[in-house]
């Protein structure tokens, strides 16, 4: 089987900006998008595509160094774009994985499923697909009688026979390199002065008869659209309910893991025990059998093992020792250090930090 390394290509460009810098489950949308595909590509083949007016609020969201950086100058679509960059592609083999800059929930198992599939039968690609029971505003995925993928068709473009079609695109692919590079600039030839995105090279593929396969997944699982408020706090549920799960997976109690706020960078020892409504924000690092009283909330902090913190007491930017008692309600302010053995505490702040 095919064991080269694949490069990513995420598209945090037009639209999909706003929607990408957005915030759910402790870090920005584009944050997780990016998180996921160091999961299966280093820095350096995990490229960015961004506005120009918008690559430093993007970079600034990211916060991981290494990545490439592609500046997008124009709305021509995702096709023309890519064949832009061609030059930073061209010395790749093997497989190229897209995705949008605003896809927090895709599993990195499910890319990698991807993958694999792509791989093993040989394909040109690959697309995610699901299905809906109301599919307004995606793309359709047309299959022909033996239930090859044979085109993708958006919207906008779409026949009434098409738009009763229930399966959807997600704008996740996984291409062969090798296979795209000529049918994308076929592509956007035959489309140059017109808007031509990614997703049309499948339908270039079938007519060539280069095989593409559509991989159905539970797009409210992992990649429904975020273009609401409404579904934005459903992404954030969804985020903060898998990080709960992780940790109780771990050994952690957590009482009531919907109320519960565990953003992405913590950790948590085992046989620590969680009250209701406690936030653990931040970069914390809780250890071994602790207790956190209902409501406290822990931010970029270190806990060791065995403390205990009060029903809404705030610990920030502190580290707090052995055995240490922090006292319901009590605020220890950022920049504190309490050793073991250093008992109850009501209330410390550092000088310094005022």
């Not at 997780?32 to 960015?48: G, K």
């Not at 396969?213 to 539970?218: F, K, N, V």
């Amino acid at each position: 089987m095919d064991t080269r390394p694949v490069a990513v290509a995420i598209f945090a460009d037009g639209p999909t900006t706003d929607q990408a810098l957005r915030h759910a489950g402790g870090k920005t949308l584009v944050q997780h998008t990016v998180d996921t595909a160091l999961e299966i590509a280093p820095p350096e083949r995990v490229h960015v595509f961004v506005e120009g007016q918008s690559e430093e609020d993007v970079k600034r969201a990211i916060g991981v160094s290494g990545l490439r950086y592609v500046v997008v100058n124009d709305s021509s679509g995702s096709a023309h774009t890519l064949v832009n960059a061609h030059g930073m592609f061209k010395s790749y083999t093997g497989h190229l994985v897209v995705l949008p800059g605003n896809c927090p929930l895709l599993r990195t198992e499910t890319i990698r499923k991807m993958i694999a599939a792509a791989r093993s039968a040989n394909l040109s690609g690959v697309i995610l697909t699901g299905t809906l029971e109301d599919p307004a505003r995606y793309g359709r995925v047309i299959r022909d009688a033996e239930e090859r993928v044979v085109a993708i068709v958006a919207q906008s473009g779409a026949t009434p026979e098409v738009l009763v079609a229930r399966e959807v695109e997600t704008g996740i692919y996984c291409l062969d390199l090798h296979a795209l590079w000529p049918r994308l600039a076929q592509l956007t030839e035959h489309r140059r002065g017109r808007v031509c995105n990614l997703s049309e090279v499948f339908q270039v593929f079938s007519g060539c008869g280069q095989p593409v396969e559509g991989l159905q997944i539970d797009l409210q699982a992992e990649a429904f659209r975020i273009d609401d408020g409404v579904a934005l706090a459903a992404v954030d549920r969804l985020l903060r309910a898998r990080k709960a799960r992780d940790m109780m997976l771990a050994g952690v109690t957590i009482e009531n893991p919907d109320t519960v706020v565990i953003d992405p960078g913590v950790r948590i020892g085992i046989d620590t025990v969680l009250e209701p409504g406690v936030q653990i924000l931040g970069e914390s690092v809780i250890g071994e059998s602790c207790r956190l009283g209902s409501h406290c909330i822990i931010q970029d902090s270190e806990i060791d093992d065995e403390a205990r913190v009060g029903p809404y007491a705030l610990v920030s930017r502190s580290i707090l020792g052995k055995r240490v008692r922090i006292e319901p309600f009590a605020r220890l302010r950022r920049d504190n250090r309490l050793d073991a053995g250093a008992g109850r505490l009501n209330e410390a702040s550092n000088p310094h930090s005022r």
